[in-house]
Nanobody, 115 residues
Framework: QVQLVESGGGLVQPGGSLRLSCAAS????????VGWHRQAPGKERELVAS???????NYADSVKGRFTISRDNAKHTVYLQMNSLKPEDTAVYYC?????????WGQGTQVTVSS
């Protein structure tokens, strides 16, 4: 059974940093476009960042210059480095892998930015 497992979430003060990881099992993650999405309470899920198989990246305007998505194909893992965190970044963060009609989601990891 395919699994995407997110980790690295937690509680951090405004201005702090976290690095999220999305580890895949039973798929070759390097073949997939991978996205990080987030969902805050009462809001719709939104795409935060994505990375193609060739390493091209795309970011939501709200995180440009603060977040960096990267991938380590040897480890079947995609990362989201989050710097200069703001309270409005508080959400559950999910990773998603997409290849044609195949689409997989992780279970999410909570990120809370608060003093």
């Amino acid at each position: 059974q395919v699994q995407l497992v997110e980790s690295g979430g937690g509680l951090v003060q405004p201005g702090g940093s976290l690095r999220l990881s999305c580890a895949a099992s039973r798929i070759t993650l390097s073949r997939y476009v991978v996205g990080w999405h987030r969902q805050a309470p009462g809001k719709e899920r939104e795409l935060v960042a994505s990375i193609t198989t060739g390493g091209n990246t795309n970011y939501a305007d709200s995180v440009k210059g603060r977040f960096t998505i990267s991938r380590d194909n040897a480890k079947h893992t995609v990362y989201l480095q989050m710097n200069s965190l703001k309270p409005e970044d508080t959400a559950v963060y999910y990773c998603n892998a997409l290849l044609g009609a195949q689409r997989y989601w992780g279970q999410g990891t909570q990120v809370t930015v608060s003093s």
